[in-house]
């Protein structure tokens, strides 16, 4: 028991100011309510939940489950959740706990029932637990839907009453435990920036489509060889088309599939069954997507995109994660006008492209990992052709809108994007009619290696020396070393050394999910 100082009048009195002494008589008034409560039901369970919060175990189960869901929204919560912990946990731990030093209650009110483990020994403020249960709670508020955030944020609200509950902590230690999680759970945004649900489109005004119960004149073209193509996981790719599949033929029995194997012409058979649908609607990867968009505007007839590749930048911007999305958005009728991107060579065709079109380090990268990829799988070869990308690349020497510039990594976006990275993913309209453009130049031939590591790691090329950022309505190009390497919407291919780029404002028709943004643009269905 600490022993108080007595006054001359051999009272005990309390040391500090007194704010502080009548806000810990407070703190402690509530300790003793809570400790003698009696919560019929709730003895057992609240220590096994504060039990279950140690180490944040609680929290990385979540935020598994929620990664294994492989919807973007829930696991860009999850990653945000857990950033949240790594930022909060050492702050409470490290530099709270030491710099208050605050002892921990006495327990004496406390059943012996609610204390069924070891009661922490180290300082009391602020509270470990409920900065993590914090922490989690908002990174998951800020990207997931409320069906998710808000069962989440209950769990972190009753781990935090717990800890007073079980006698590890006074309702302050709480408090402050939660304000600094929030706090953390907020500040990831400073590296991370929310992701919008989904990227508005312009309306379409007059315009009507003809949707039935049954999928009747639809047209689905299935891009079997979409994602991985390591031979050892082509057979997990094809169950996952076939699932994919499945779901539509059950869900629109009347709707025609059209299933394309890796060896067939795929923009062939687009073409083809755009020109007979009332809606072209193409499962794969952005390349697919791609070949859907030029034939969907060829033929006139709007586009229904279904996620099914590696990579699925376009259809998820509009707020579509997996077939059921799709369904949806396609039952709903509601239709949308995106913008088109296009490269072009002088007397050349135009080469479309919805998300992003890229050069130099980015199109040397993936002809290092596609000659890696056999032997080491996608991903290790993705992080292999990564590392000696940016050990060896040089930058290329360019007239960038009739200036000489010597370019390490070019970037021209479909839109504004809202991320800083070398490869952003996020975008708040496809209707803004403006290029992105995003290069890393340099003024002699040797990049700062270290540096354009450390960026391209943590997603912010505007730390690079010689970062350069603007947007328009158009883009002149020309390679003083020769033909250059061009990745559009994923797909690398050699172009000649003279390039404009541009924009068809509006050129395609396309389903928009159900909610906020799909209500705005919805057109008249027609059943």
């Not at 902590?169 to 649900?197: E, N, W």
């Not at 070398?422 to 003024?443: I, K, Q, S, Y």
């Amino acid at each position: 028991m600490r022993v108080l100082p007595r006054d001359n009048a051999g009272r005990r009195t309390e040391r500090g100011p007194a704010v502080l002494r009548r806000l810990g008589r407070i703190d402690r008034k509530a300790f003793d309510l809570v400790a003698s409560a009696r919560l019929p039901g709730l003895e057992y369970v609240l220590p096994r939940l504060s039990h279950s919060a140690d180490h944040g175990v609680l929290w990385f189960a979540t935020a598994a489950g929620l990664a294994a869901t492989r919807r973007t929204r829930l696991r860009r919560a999850a990653l945000r959740g857990a950033l949240g912990i790594a930022v909060a946990s050492p702050a409470v731990n490290v530099l709270g706990k030491q710099a208050f030093r605050r002892k921990r209650p006495v327990v004496d009110l406390v059943p012996p029932v609610r204390i069924r483990w070891k009661l922490p020994t180290s300082h009391a403020f602020p509270s470990g637990h409920s900065a993590s249960a914090a922490a989690f709670a908002t990174g998951v508020a800020l990207e997931a839907p409320a069906a998710v955030a808000v069962p989440v944020a209950a769990t972190a609200l009753t781990v935090a009453f717990s800890r007073v509950y079980t006698g590890a902590h006074y309702p302050g230690d709480v408090l402050a435990g939660l304000g600094v999680g929030v706090a953390a759970g907020l500040g990831t945004r400073l590296f991370m920036p929310p992701r919008p649900p989904a990227a508005q489109v312009r309306p379409t005004g007059t315009e009507s489509v003809t949707v039935t119960d049954d999928g009747r004149g639809m047209v689905a073209v299935v891009n079997s060889g979409s994602g991985d193509n390591t031979a050892e996981n082509v057979k997990l790719i094809k169950s996952s088309a076939e699932a994919a599949v499945a779901l539509l033929r059950r869900e629109l029995p009347a709707a025609e599939v059209v299933e394309v194997d890796p060896d067939g012409d795929l923009a062939a058979a687009i073409d083809e069954a755009a020109g007979r649908a009332e809606v072209l609607a193409v499962i794969g990867g952005d390349g697919t997507i791609n070949l859907g968009a030029q034939a969907a505007v060829k033929h006139g007839v709007p586009l229904l995109p279904v996620p099914g590749g590696t990579f699925n930048h376009f259809a998820r911007t509009l707020g579509i994660d997996d077939v059921q999305d799709a369904i949806r958005a396609y039952r709903q009728g509601c239709l949308g006008r995106s913008d088109v991107a296009y490269v072009a060579s002088p007397g050349g065709p135009e080469q479309p492209f919805l998300n992003t079109a890229s050069f130099g380090a980015y199109t040397e990268m993936v002809d290092r990992r596609e000659r890696l990829e056999k032997r080491l799988g996608k991903w290790p070869a993705l992080a292999v052709a990564a590392v000696r990308t940016l050990r060896h690349s040089e930058p290329i020497d360019m007239v960038v809108d009739g200036r000489t510039r010597k370019v390490w990594l070019g970037f021209v976006g479909n839109g504004l994007y809202g991320a800083r990275g070398p490869a952003p993913t996020w975008r708040d309209r496809l209707d803004d009619g403006r290029l992105d453009v995003r290069m890393v130049t340099t003024g002699t031939r040797r990049v700062p290696r270290a540096r354009a590591v450390a960026a391209v790691l943590i997603g912010h090329l505007h730390l690079m020396p010689g970062y350069r950022h603007w947007a328009g309505g158009r883009l002149d190009l020309r390679s003083l070393d020769g033909a250059l390497r061009l990745a559009r919407d994923g797909e690398v291919g050699t172009v000649p050394a003279t390039l404009s780029f541009g924009k068809h404002s509006g050129a395609l028709a396309v389903f928009c999910p159900p909610g906020p943004p799909a209500d705005a643009n919805e057109a008249r269905p027609k059943r």
